[in-house]
């Protein structure tokens, strides 16, 4: 092998006789802040029961290890030795057999699963304690599709002429946080409102206890979530909704009926004003009686990019889009919230980077533990951002942040009672990975 340094070629000689090298430095940042969170502990009481012998793995802190795991960039199983070969950092770890019989124990047991959950919103409550709860909780529903490459089961075809699952996935939008989700055949309906209500219903679920009535909630949805079902369960737990609307041929008519003066500018996500982008509001001329009482539809209109084609249905130029709502205010702050929905397929994309591309398992069970899996990694990174970093990196997708902090090399030496993790000097992340172990050993460890 040769290397460049300082302008000079350079042949290496490569052995393997080194000591205290650990590949995935940043990495204990995960599981450090699953133990700072309560998850760990949580995880370990609700999981209690599957331990058979005192000196076994703690289910807990497998599942713990298996979240790490998936957030650190693996997609099977198998992957866990990434965490399980470097002992000084994570500690023991279970092996893939035993793994699997945890993750095969727990889809056997609702009551065990339901415990997964209730753990993952003692860790969501102790974050939010940690770092702030949010005022206003956004729930985006979206339902994603997952190839499988074999007969597996629930799988089936999808309406593109694929064959796997279709989920249905669950998202608080302030906090960047997974809320719930539900494994589903490839077959199923995008809209189908009984679905959307019990993945909503686990959403709430999540919220703390305490803050329940001090935090308003909106469900935001595509047009899939234009059902009198969905909206009428939204009325009646008072939670205000935002969903898409069809553009219907009375929609249509409305639309050609308004002058052009009431038209006004859409905002950017900042509140400025969009170059491209008008909005107006067609409630007074819609029947509307047969949806809650209030509900409001908001239209957009704007002309497409350069090269895009008009369908038939286009009018005067422009691309229109609705949206059905009981929110009160600023058409344009409303439509602008609604259109932020968008964000749902950025957490959906880091999720298929965390495991979810590929559902591992020949068991329906099984897999939808991964799935809950899936969501605990999710937000273990997203708790490492919001308590520990800072700047860009508070911002950055997960398989940049791997890049960056996670999969860091580091010298790990032991003196006494005492060790030191030593970090390559010149990598530019470096600094900002040395501060979050700062930051992690100042923040305070669970109680009760």
């Known amino acids: ?161 694929g064959f796997g699952f279709h989920p249905l996935l669950a998202y608080f939008d302030e906090p960047d946080e997974a809320a719930a989700s539900k494994l589903r055949p490839g077959n199923a309906g995008a809209n189908t409102a009984a679905d959307q209500i019990e993945v909503s219903e686990a959403a709430l679920e ?45 929609v249509r008519t409305a639309i050609e009926a308004l002058p052009e003066s009431a038209w006004r500018a859409a905002q950017s996500q900042d509140g400025t004003e969009r170059p491209n982008g008008e909005v107006a509001e067609i409630t007074d001329l819609l029947e509307l009686a047969g949806w809650p009482c209030g509900s409001r539809v908001i239209v957009r209109r704007e002309r497409p990019h350069p090269g895009a084609q008009l369908s038939f249905t286009d009018h005067d130029g422009h691309r ?28 959906i994309r880091d999720d298929k980077d965390t495991g979810l591309r590929k559902l591992p398992f020949r068991s329906f069970e099984m897999n939808a533990v991964w799935l809950e899996l899936v969501g605990i990694a999710h937000d273990l990174i997203s708790w490492t951002k919001s308590l520990l970093l800072s700047g860009e990196l508070a911002r950055t997708e997960p398989k940049r942040l791997r890049h960056r902090l996670f999969h860091t090399a580091g ?20 600094g900002e990975l040395a501060a979050a172990f700062a930051r992690l050993e100042a923040l305070p460890a669970p109680t009760g």
Not at 126 to 148: E, V
Not at 218 to 237: I, K, M, P, Q, T
Request: proline share 2%; charged share 25%.
């Open 1 to 161: 092998m040769k290397v460049q340094h300082d302008g000079r070629q350079f042949t290496v000689e490569v052995s393997a006789d080194g000591e205290g090298l650990v590949s995935h430095a940043g990495s204990a940042l995960l599981s450090q802040v699953g133990d700072k969170t309560g998850l760990t502990r949580a995880l370990s009481r609700g999981l209690g029961s599957m331990r058979e012998r005192a000196g076994g793995h703690d289910p807990g802190r497998v599942v713990r290890d298996l979240a790490v795991m998936l957030a650190d960039g693996g997609e099977a199983l198998t992957d866990l030795g990434a965490v399980r070969e470097q002992a000084p950092l994570f500690g023991a770890v279970a092996s893939d057999s035993t793994a699997y019989r945890v993750i095969e124990r727990i889809a056997r047991d609702p009551e065990l699963v339901d415990a997964l959950r209730a753990a993952h919103a003692v860790a969501r409550a102790h974050a939010w304690k940690l770092g702030g709860a949010p005022d206003q909780l956004t729930i985006d529903l979206d339902a994603t599709l997952i190839q499988s490459h074999s007969d597996k089961d629930g799988a089936a075809g999808n309406f593109k002429g």
């Open 206 to 250: 999540q919220i703390p206890v305490e803050l329940v009535a001090e935090i308003g909630v909106l469900l935001r949805v595509d047009s899939a979530g234009a059902s009198h079902e969905l909206l009428d369960w939204c009325r009646d737990g008072r939670i205000r909704f935002s969903v898409g609307y069809a553009l219907t041929d009375a």
């Open 320 to 347: 229109f889009q609705a949206i059905l709502t009981d929110q009160a205010g600023e058409i344009a702050a409303i439509e602008r919230s609604h259109r932020a929905r968008a964000r749902v397929e950025d957490q």
């Open 411 to 430: 010298r790990l030496a032991f003196s006494g009672r005492r060790a030191k993790l030593r970090l390559q000097a010149s990598w530019p992340w470096a």
